[in-house]
C-alpha cells in the first residue's frame, strides 16, 4: 500500500506558525518591551483589524468564545426562566454557555445528511420562553442562515452564530457571524484563527450589545474607577491580540489552503465503498476547521488509521443530549436520532494548512485498506 510509512499529524500548528514566526515576534516583542500587558493598544488594534476583515463597525474581544457566548446572551436580558435553543452534537461550551446564564438549554436536531441545524427543527421546539437561537457552523461549514433568519425574525427572537469553527467561512458571499443578532468565535490555538492559548470576541451589527458585552469582560466598569455592574475578568491579553492581527492577514489564505486539502479528500474518497462525505449546501465556501467522513464501523477505522500513523479526531463521539451533565433534560438518543447517529459515525480526518499531498494520499489510501477489507 502506498503511502503508509508516512506518519500524519491530526494538526500541525507549528508548521502554519513558522510561516509568520517573525512578525509575530516583532509583535509580541512590542508589547512586551512597553509591558502593557492587559488592554494594551494592540487589543483595540485587533478588534479593529477583525470588524475591518469582515465588514462589521466593531468586534469586542475577549478570554475565550465561552465567555463570549455567555456575555452575549446575558447582555440581552437572557437568563433563568428562559430557553435558547441550539445543536446537540457542537461542542460543550456552545451548551454550557447557555446553562451558565441560568437559561434552559433546548436541542434540536440537524438536517438530515447534514451536520447543522434543522430548521423545521427550531420551529417545533420554540416556546414563549424561547429567547435564542443558536446555529452552530460546525466543521467551519455555514448553517442554513436564511432560514434560520426568517424563523427568528417571524417570531422575535435574536439569532447568535456560533462561529467558533468557521471563521472566514462563507454563506451567499457573506461571512458567518456578520448575519445574526450576534455572533462569538474563538481563538483556540487549533481554530482557523488560533492564538497562543485561549481567546475568543464577539461582533453584532448592535453597538450597544457590543459595549454591554465589553463592560461584563472589564468587571462591570464604564471608565477605571467606576463600576456599573457586576462582570467578570474576561479579556483578551495584549499579547495574543498582537499576534491576532498577524495571523488575520493570513486567515484567508490559509482558509484557502484547507478548501484545497478537503477538494483533495472529496476527489481520493468519492470512490471509496462505505464512507459518507461531508456534504457541503449550496452557497456554502466552508473552511474546513476539521475534515469529517462518516463511517458506521468509525472507531474500528480510526483504530486502523491509528496503527498506520495517522491521527484522527472525534467531533463528537456523544451527543450533549447523552451527556450526564444534561440528564435531567429526560432526552433519549432517539428523540435527536439524525445527531445521534452523527455523532456515532463521524471520524475527522488530518486537516490543517500546508498539509502535503502525500500525506493526504497516505490519509486516503489507509482508509481505501480498511473498506477493502
Ligand atoms: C462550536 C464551538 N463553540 C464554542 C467553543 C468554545 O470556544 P472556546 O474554547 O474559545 O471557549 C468551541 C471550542 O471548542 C466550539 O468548537
Redesign the pocket.
Known amino acids: 500500500m502506498k503511502g503508509v510509512a508516512l506518519k500524519v499529524p491530526f494538526a500541525d500548528l507549528a508548521r502554519q506558525f513558522k510561516t509568520v514566526m517573525p512578525e509575530i515576534q516583532t509583535a509580541m516583542t512590542s508589547v512586551i518591551d512597553r509591558c502593557a500587558f492587559i488592554n494594551g493598544p494592540e487589543v483595540k488594534q485587533f478588534e479593529k483589524d477583525m470588524a475591518t476583515w469582515m465588514g462589521m463597525p466593531e468586534v469586542c474581544a475577549v478570554s475565550?468564545?465561552?465567555?463570549?457566548?455567555e456575555l452575549t446572551m446575558q447582555s440581552m436580558g437572557i437568563g433563568p426562566g428562559d430557553e435558547v435553543i441550539t445543536v446537540p452534537n457542537?461542542?460543550?461550551?456552545?451548551a454550557e454557555?447557555i446553562s451558565l446564564t441560568g437559561a434552559q438549554v433546548v436541542f434540536a436536531d440537524i438536517k438530515p445528511g447534514y451536520f447543522s441545524i434543522d430548521p423545521d427543527q427550531i420551529e417545533k421546539k420554540i416556546t414563549p420562553r424561547t429567547k435564542a437561537i443558536i446555529p452552530?457552523?460546525?466543521f467551519g461549514i455555514a448553517a442554513d442562515m436564511d432560514r434560520i433568519l426568517s424563523i427568528g425574525n417571524k417570531h422575535s427572537i435574536p439569532v447568535i452564530e456560533?462561529c467558533?469553527?468557521a471563521q472566514g467561512a462563507r454563506y451567499k458571499g457573506n461571512y458567518v457571524g456578520t448575519m445574526g443578532a450576534a455572533a462569538?468565535?474563538?481563538?483556540?490555538p487549533s481554530?482557523n484563527l488560533g492564538t497562543f492559548g485561549?481567546?475568543?470576541a464577539m461582533t453584532s451589527p448592535d453597538t450597544e450589545l457590543i459595549k454591554k458585552v465589553w463592560r461584563l469582560a472589564n468587571h462591570g466598569r464604564s471608565d477605571k474607577f467606576t463600576h456599573q455592574v457586576v462582570g467578570t475578568n474576561s479579556r483578551l491579553d495584549t499579547i495574543k491580540a498582537a499576534q491576532l492581527s498577524v495571523c488575520l492577514r493570513q486567515l484567508d489564505a490559509w482558509n484557502a489552503d484547507r478548501r484545497r486539502a478537503a477538494a483533495l479528500y472529496g476527489d481520493l474518497l468519492k470512490d471509496c465503498r462505505n464512507i459518507i462525505l461531508t456534504k457541503v449546501p449550496e452557497g456554502c465556501e466552508p473552511i474546513w476547521?476539521v475534515y469529517v467522513i462518516r463511517h458506521k464501523r468509525r472507531d474500528e477505522l480510526a483504530a486502523f488509521l491509528k496503527k498506520q500513523g495517522i491521527d484522527t479526531g472525534l467531533?463528537y463521539p456523544l451527543g450533549l443530549h447523552q451527556q450526564p451533565v444534561y440528564a435531567h433534560l429526560g432526552l433519549k438518543p432517539e428523540d435527536l436520532p439524525e445527531a445521534t447517529a452523527a455523532c456515532a459515525e463521524v471520524l475527522s480526518l488530518p486537516m490543517f494548512p500546508f498539509i502535503t499531498e502525500e500525506e493526504i494520499t497516505a490519509v486516503t489510501d489507509s482508509i481505501k485498506a480498511f473498506c477493502a477489507l
Do not use: E, R, Y
Open positions: 475565550n468564545c465561552t465567555v463570549a457566548l457542537t461542542a460543550f461550551p456552545t454557555a452552530v457552523h460546525l456560533d467558533a469553527q462569538c468565535f474563538s481563538f483556540f481554530k485561549d481567546g475568543g476547521h467531533h
